[in-house]
């Protein structure tokens, strides 16, 4: 088989020839190694190290006709000779100005990490200028856009899964607002947030068409921020699940179209839910803060989804050669038994990671990785 068929048959639940192995190599560490941090570079550091692309910066995108003066931008303010940037943040509403600030290049090796300091959203006068502009984004919606994955589908061929990432609600409006906020908000502003939510969802589903319209057959929906920030069940159901059956509700109509997760955090009590809306695959139960184990979940849920997961990232920037062997030989003893399971690591790889060690996690798999 080659890497694209191995991908999409585990995919679909079915036993390809050899694991498919899939580091999520993506902007950071193809910057370290090549200088650049396109989507051609993340596959090109896949080429090179015989693995399948999986979870490169390749997506759909909407955007929106809007008023003049309505709009988001980002203004670098400041620069450093050591390399910090500081850039504002402007969200331009009917109302008001929500300015936020985001910083990068505050790690010289690492430079392509980006923290916000400072979210455009403050409070709830703030929330109703932002709901005013999600109105518009929402009227101004245009149809999705997916040239950029219809260029990876043909770069690629069937050396890779060029697979496109999408965003949801619950990402989408933490982005402006962090986490710890947009968490206290649920509870403050349910109805408020609630119509936020609601249009969000409308431009998820113009995302989903998108996806289905182009020509790749695997998408993954970002739902980590939602996992990983802790949300009790009942919280996730309400706020987090949407974004998951309202996507699956689109992509369950067409067949040879798949779609998953990327999770992060204590997902135990939240899997049957996952399951229940029918996802493809959920990624990638990660070792460190996590409390469902990879045996467990190929066990409670390999016949209803495939997993991927959940080679320690630790591993490859702090491991040795042998302990990386050994990290691919417990992923493998985990979760091949049966087919529908991807090798992936447990989150993004570190712009740090040793190369020596992701070729060991590559050449073990093809050694010992084999149905």
Known sequence: MTRKQAFITAVSGGTPDVVPVA??????????????????????????????????????????????????????????????KTSEWVINTPKKRLV?????????????????????????????????????????????????????????????????????????????????????????YPDLMGELFSIHHEILKQTVKGFIASPTEVSWLDICWATGSGLSPAMFEKWALPDVQIAMDIVKQHPGKYMGLYTLGRIGKLMPMLADAGVSFVSTFEPNEGDLTLREAKQKYGKRMAIFGNFDCLVLAFGTVEDAKREARRCLDDAMEGGGYVMVTADEVPADAQWDNLRAMVDTVQKYGRY
């Open 100 to 188: 936020g600030q985001q910083v990068s290049g505050m790690i010289p090796h690492d430079p392509l990490v980006s923290k916000t300091t400072v979210y455009p959203v403050k409070d709830r006068q703030d929330w109703e200028a932002y709901l005013e502009y999600a109105q518009l984004l929402l009227e101004g919606l245009q149809p999705a856009s997916y040239e950029m994955v219809s260029e990876a589908v043909e770069y690629m061929g069937e050396e890779g899964m060029p697979s496109c990432g999408m965003t949801g609600a619950y990402t989408a409006l933490g982005a402006v607002r962090g986490m710890e906020g947009l968490m206290v908000d649920l509870l403050d």
């Open 23 to 84: 580091p999520l190599i993506h902007m950071r560490y193809a910057n370290r190694l090549l200088g650049r941090y396109d989507w051609k570079a993340v596959f090109e550091v896949h080429q090179k190290l015989g693995s399948c692309h999986h979870r490169g910066p390749i997506g759909i995108s909407c955007s929106s006709k809007l008023p003049e003066g309505v709009g988001s931008e980002m203004r670098l303010i400041e620069e450093t000779p050591d390399g910090r």
